[in-house]
């Protein structure tokens, strides 16, 4: 099988998930809910990351040339970014995460949860960095991809230990399967950077991602499932 069938087979699991996310959305009342306009921003999100992977794809195999960073395939990548906060935003206050928060050991949570994630970031991406005040784009993004995904791994851990009491055992599975998205991906991308001398294309770096794009999507077929047992009274 051809190099490039193989990526291309890859990277469908991430715009396979984006569609299923539309149609789940729909369950929840799409804009009409908080959780349907979060599953419409993973939706988006995932969308995006299909977006990145393909124009990725089509500098290697249709031009053959090397990816320019910052490039094209970033408008997709870190188009995902605040989609994934707004998502992880708004499935907080769905979740009641705000009424839970009155507490002082909340607090200290909201607070320790983000700074644990930001120093993380830190040590793994930008420890020993070198600024270049000639590439200001790409040094706003080499920040922004580590913080903007410490920022919506944050909200979601916040989310579900301020609110496992009130969610429930109907969205516990949903959460925990995101929350395990967004660490694979987090987790895809310090692997992609630790080993990018040795990247490419269907290596095994990509299949990281996969795993990540296959949590997203069990996380938005979990949210279906819950949704059909409220419709049915369950």
Request: hydrophobic share 50%; proline share 4%.
């Amino acid at each position: 099988m051809p190099l490039s069938t193989i990526y291309l087979d890859l990277f469908t699991e991430d715009f396979r998930s984006g569609i299923i996310g539309i149609f789940v959305a729909r369950e929840w009342g799409g804009f009409k809910s908080l959780v349907g306009k979060s599953i419409l921003l993973l939706s988006l999100g995932l969308l995006g990351q299909a977006f990145g992977q393909y124009s990725f794809w089509y500098y290697n195999f249709a031009l053959k040339i090397e990816v320019p960073y910052p490039g094209i395939p970033d408008l997709g990548y870190f188009g995902t970014i605040p989609c994934y906060i707004a998502a992880a935003w708004l499935l907080a206050k769905s979740s009641g995460a705000k009424i839970s928060l009155q507490s002082f050991t909340s607090k200290l949570q909201a607070i320790l949860i983000p700074v644990v994630m930001l120093s993380i970031a830190f040590l793994l991406f930008l420890r020993n960095y070198q600024f270049d005040t000639t590439a200001l784009l790409q040094t706003f993004l080499d920040f922004g991809y580590p913080i903007g995904q410490s920022i919506y791994i944050s909200i979601a851990i916040l989310t579900f230990s301020l609110t496992r009491k009130i969610l429930g055992g109907s969205m516990r599975t949903p959460v925990l399967l995101l929350i395990a998205a967004f660490f694979a991906q987090f987790l895809s991308d310090y692997i992609f950077i630790y080993f990018h001398d040795l990247y490419f294309p269907a290596s095994f770096i990509d299949y990281f991602y996969l795993v990540a794009y296959f949590i997203m999507s069990i996380s938005l077929i979990n949210l279906k499932i819950v949704a059909d047992k409220l419709k049915a009274g369950k």
